[in-house]
């Protein structure tokens, strides 16, 4: 891996951890505002609007200027959407105006990839960057717990600055302050980022010519053998991991009677299983051989399914003490339940998303087919979280939802298997895997 790519790997932990910890940072703000339960996964739902509005424009902005430049100033608008947040708007908004940098980050993020470096070291770097991206997850959604805890933002709002001068007066304000400055940090590590020299034609705003083109994309990497299955997964993974963020803090207050701040940790720790994940798949797993991951899909959602009716009842009481804290037994048996369902994630993702980039960019642009992922990622994640937050607005269960979650995936990997193998069956496509760009 040459220097560029490790600028690329510090900006992504920046802006990602910020990500994370800003989502703890406006569930604060919502409830200090009183605002209703199901108002909380429509955080989520107003980031990804973005995706899918802006997506036939995205891949096109991502290709016209070097991607370092896209990285600065996409960071820059998350700046701008804190700022909001901090100052007044409505955090729905104010996150949806995160969200459009967000939306316009990605496909500069992963198409340098393919710029960069040669298809055999996809996986590999996908593996860096999807488990410096889950550190950064389980660091930013702790430190959004941190952040709002109410000794931590005493100390921040009486450091010295002039926070109430300003109007910042409480902890998710406070949390907020700390966050723009990390992606300020994350913007100016951008300006480092090389231009690798990568130049596509003129892109066609046009509102008509850009959804043709945009359509052409879509029906390209859906048609593709390999394509439509790497899509698939990845559709399915981060519909259902959106859900699972805020289902895994329900469940923590359901089984272990956690608040915010101790399920936001709980949370971090599914990321981390999603790292040691990525990690062996790094290891174990080639572009050559990627497809032989899907089963953990199923895995991954059948633990999910056994886990939903788990509580502290079921558990012998007492515990360790770790670092002077103690924790109890059920809680225990949480990490390592949310561990394996990570790791069972990061194993059969990374591998996918690899996949994916590498069809991609042999069919088409590195930002086009980015931009395709992500609308269609993104979509699965708004049609998700509105069904959702409607089973939380009717009242379901914790427990019930999780099952109805953990089936949805089992049954989802089920059929993406089986519409692999047909596809084998008729034209054996694997061969296709790691052949260069068409010129």
Known sequence: MNRGFYSIMCAQFLSSLADNALLIAA???????????????????????????????????????PKGRVMFLTNMLKVGGCLLMLFGSHPLLAYAVVGIGAAAYSPAKYGILTELLPPVKLVLANSWIEGLTVASIILGVVMGGVLINDAVSYAILHSGFPFEALGIATPAQAAISI?????LAAAAVNLLIPDTGARYPKADFRPIETLKTFYHSCSILWKDRLGQISLSVTTLFWGAGAVLQFLVLKWAEYALGMNLSEGAILQAVVSI???????????LISLKNSLKVLWMGVIMGVLVTCSAYFN??????????????PISWAVCVAVVIMIAVGICAGFFVVPMNALLQHRGYVLMSAGKSIAVQNFNENLSILIMLGIYSLLIHFGMSAPATMVTFGLFVVVSMLLVIGK????????????????????
């Open 273 to 283: 299983g999603i790292a040691i994940g990525a990690v062996l798949a790094a290891q």
């Open 312 to 325: 502290q009842s079921m558990v012998p009481a007492g515990g360790i003490e770790l670092f002077g804290t």
């Open 420 to 439: 692999h193998i047909k596809n084998q069956r008729e034209y054996d496509s694997t061969h296709l895997i790691g052949e260069e760009k068409r010129h």
């Open 179 to 183: 966050i723009v400055l990390i992606y």
């Open 27 to 65: 569930i604060a703000l919502l409830t200090q505002m009183n605002a209703p339960d199901w108002m909380t996964p429509l955080l989520k739902l107003f980031f990804v609007v973005s995706y899918i509005c802006l997506a036939a424009y995205v891949g096109l902005f991502a290709d016209s200027m």
